[in-house]
């Protein structure tokens, strides 16, 4: 009995996507998709929400992703700000999604922000609304929203989530500009790189044969790179996206993987440097927006250690919080993980016992942001010349070993 009881409960909690085509209260034709256990259920949550039903269906697995376009935490930042701008200027929560809904009717967002409002006039709050979405809303997102409602001062909240959202979408810019452009014109050498190998060299290696003379060094070794890539050129290309997919599952699949991954990066020089920066300035943005909103410390650094975006300091963000909850000063525990700057231990203690820590981290924030910044720049002013310099090399290179021979042979001429 018990394990048909169980079995029973197994199949209720199991849940389904449905897609749906109907007309709203003011008839307009909307569609979406809903999670639900059902058809019947799903067809009953719809009408609760004023839905006239055109039709309802399970949304069919496939191995490939959906056309649909997934809403970019950008947008989500947008939809926060708009949000908030409107309830600061007395617009209530209904009419300010209607306006989000109405001002992009066909995009994602418009349906995500439909759907919110469909949940509300049905009678939930914002923060239940927003859990039913949790790829676009985290929990930091939703308790914050969810302290904004009980306190009274959603839109004052919501302008702070805005601020928070606005400045670690701003910092992720800043890294991806960083990692992203040596990265980018690493691979397009390699691809000029493999075309001068595979179409230019080969012309010049027929026109070498009837040289009848000893071709140099440096000039038979590019014809044997040449010779090789056009013989395996294509094992190689299967081989590197065979390992590529397999260290992408890996790294998806596998939390040790993943926090080796990580724990390599941090020690990569001057990258790891400002991914480390950046993950300090998102901790202290994440724990001050948290601490001005009224959430405890521990429950705060737990939020925190999730939004991090990295096992390893999140994990130390964890060790942080057990400590903080036995007793401990938060000080003391981030000095125990090693992970975090002395300057960053200090102003915490500081803030710590002036009863100012929401202060000192926002200052902490502001001065790591700022130096993500300056770094990223800085990087960027380095490495064009080096690229430049790295291409030189490349193509010079390619270019002078086939015209070694033809200056050979006017010397000997």
Known sequence: MAGESSSKNTRISRTNVYLYVGFDKKNTRITGELTSTSLSQARSTLLAQGINILSVKKKSASFFKSGARKIKSEEIALFTRQMSTMLVAGIPLVQALGIITEGTPTTPLGQLARKIRLDIESGSSLSFALKKNPDYFDALFCSLVESGEQSGTLDTMLERIALFKEKTESLKRKVKKALYYPVAVVVV????????????????????????????????????????????????????????????????????FQHLIQKIILRVPIFGGIIRKTIVARFARTLATTSAAGVPLTDALDSVSKACGNIVYGNAIRRVKDAIASGQQMRVAMRKTGLFPIMVVQMIGIGEESGALESMLSKIAGIYEE??????????????????????????????????????LGSVV
Not at 189 to 214: E, S
Not at 226 to 251: C, D, E, K, P, W
Not at 378 to 388: A, K, N, V, Y
Request: glycine share 8%; aromatic share 12%; with cysteine.
């Open 371 to 408: 130096e993500v910044d300056s770094a990223v720049d800085g990087l960027t002013t380095l490495l064009e010349p080096l690229i430049m310099i790295f291409l030189g090399v490349i193509v010079g290179g390619l270019v002078i070993a086939m015209y070694l021979p033809i200056f050979k």
């Open 189 to 256: 050498a390699i691809i000029v790189t493999c075309v001068l190998l595979i179409k230019v060299v080969p012309v010049f290696q027929d026109l070498f044969k009837g040289f009848g003379a000893q071709l140099p060094s440096f000039t038979l070794f590019v014809l044997n790179i040449s010779q090789a890539l056009r013989t395996n050129g294509l094992s190689v290309f299967i081989g590197l996206t065979v390992f590529y997919l397999v260290i992408m599952r890996l790294h998806h699949s596998s939390i040790w």
